[in-house]
């Protein structure tokens, strides 16, 4: 499978993840993901010796790890959009009704150079509140898949380690790692979809992001 084979070259050491430096729910999602790292490499430390924890659960527990980075970075962003959230909708749908009040007050007789100045103004912070608000959208969708791939992930480890206690004479059961691979490659692909719609000439240059769809 190519999102298990694939390796991406990295210049610089990975994030210190610590979740009581972001809110809920994130911080829950951040340690949700970490619990099941740790319940994974206890497993594998805790197996017998042989094909089981050299080779499938190394390779699992490296995957496993980028997977909760990604995890991390994802909170951190959807942090970071929730700051922006609600209250900023707020402050900005009452400035367009103010706008939207000082050009009907204008009247008919008002100065053209002023009724259109006005114009200018509400279509400007209606812009912003349209942005505002795909930006709530995009926090509540980002909160929905992370809460989804972070409960599977947990699903996932359980019943690999149920494989694990499970070995027969020293011999790992085929595909006892695939729950926890898959797992981490659509975390991966959501990784990489907020990658993409945060790049200067992605959707973020002119508002919130729009997330990749659900693999």
């Given amino acids: 499978m190519l999102g298990r084979s694939r390796r991406r070259a990295r210049s610089e050491e990975p994030a210190a ?3 009581w430096a972001v809110p809920e729910p994130w911080r829950g999602f951040v340690r949700q993901a970490l619990g099941a790292q740790r319940r ?8 017998p010796p042989g094909l089981l924890g050299e080779r499938l659960g190394a390779d699992t527990l490296s995957r496993l790890a980028e997977g909760v980075q990604h995890v991390w970075s994802a909170a951190r962003q959807g942090a970071v959009l929730t700051g922006a959230g609600p209250s900023r909708t707020a402050q900005l749908s009452e400035d367009l009704h103010r706008a939207q009040a000082q050009r009907l007050g204008l009247g008919p007789g008002a100065p053209p150079a002023q009724a259109e100045a006005a114009g200018r103004e509400e279509e400007a912070v209606a812009a912003q509140l349209r942005a505002a608000r795909r930006g709530e959208a995009a926090v509540e969708e980002l909160t929905t898949r992370l809460r989804l791939l972070t409960a599977r992930l947990d699903e996932a480890v359980t019943s690999a380690v149920s494989l694990n206690l ?3 004479d020293g011999v790992a059961l ?3 790692t695939d729950p926890v691979m898959s797992v981490v490659d ?3 692909a959501l990784h990489q979809g907020l990658i993409e719609v945060g790049r200067p000439e992605g959707p973020l240059a002119g508002g919130p992001p729009s997330l990749p769809p659900t693999p």
Avoid: L, R
């Fill in 17 to 19: 993840i610590d979740p």
């Fill in 40 to 47: 994974f490499a206890q497993a594998i430390a805790s197996g």
């Fill in 166 to 168: 499970a070995e027969q």
């Fill in 174 to 176: 085929a595909g006892w």
């Fill in 186 to 188: 659509d975390i991966d």
